[in-house]
């Protein structure tokens, strides 16, 4: 369950970023947030890549500083007119990320930041199968989510968050081992960490080369 607050985060681009500067400041801000999945790693500024789930393109800003060929997937034509306007320099498609419009084998990276967690189990499934075929072999899929804390005075934070924001996906998402997932479809797992009690984990997971 939600309240009004979820479709609020969802209609205007203002009250989404004010609440993910909130919730960032446990990690070190927002931009740190936005590039915690990404930021270590070493790829090349030619390397093609993918913001999964982009919603206006926050995130896609920023890796348009790093990386010279970036596009921006959202099911959503609002958010997709939002994020051609704040960057007008990445590409931007709109369609669900369980069956992209994308050949085999187009990215070097694909990256989706606080996304996975809103998807029933059967399109999560779906959707990792789709990030997996999109890969380059090499490719590095980046992600950050949430994660089930691991001290108990964070539990009732995060019910709260969920009970305002989020819908009984979350609480789906939080139950499965998603490393667990990725491995099981052929992926790599290169970085596991977590941050802020264990409430989010980030994952990078590497496609093989052969």
């Known amino acids: 369950m939600a309240t009004i607050l979820r479709d609020w985060s969802y209609r205007y681009p203002w009250f989404y970023d004010t609440v993910s500067r909130l919730a960032a400041v446990a990690v070190g801000g927002e931009t740190r947030l936005r590039q915690l999945a990404w930021q270590d790693l070493d790829l090349l500024a030619t390397t093609p890549v993918l ?5 206006h393109g926050p995130v896609t800003k920023l890796l348009c500083q790093r990386f010279e060929n970036v ?4 099911a ?3 958010a997709i007119a939002r994020a051609q306007l704040a960057v007008p320099q990445a590409q931007f498609v709109e369609s669900f990320a369980q069956t992209m419009p994308f050949a085999n084998n187009q990215f070097g990276l694909v990256h ?4 996975l967690h809103e998807m029933p189990e059967a399109t999560l499934r779906e959707i990792l199968t789709e990030v997996y075929r999109v890969l380059q072999p090499g490719g590095i899929f980046a992600l950050v989510d949430f994660h089930p ?3 108990p005075l964070l539990w009732p934070g995060l019910g709260l968050f969920f009970y305002l924001f989020e819908t009984d996906t979350a609480w789906q998402f939080i139950r499965q081992d998603l490393g667990e ?5 052929g992926f790599a797992i290169q970085k596991y960490q977590t941050y ?3 409430s989010l984990q ?7 080369t052969a």
């Open 181 to 185: 997932q990725l491995q099981g479809l």
């Open 196 to 198: 802020t009690g264990g």
């Open 112 to 115: 989706t930041s606080l996304a």
């Open 71 to 74: 596009t921006g997937l959202d």
């Open 51 to 55: 913001d999964l789930c982009c919603a």
């Open 149 to 151: 804390p691991q001290l």
């Open 76 to 78: 959503s034509p609002q």
């Open 202 to 208: 980030v994952i990078q997971a590497q496609k093989p």
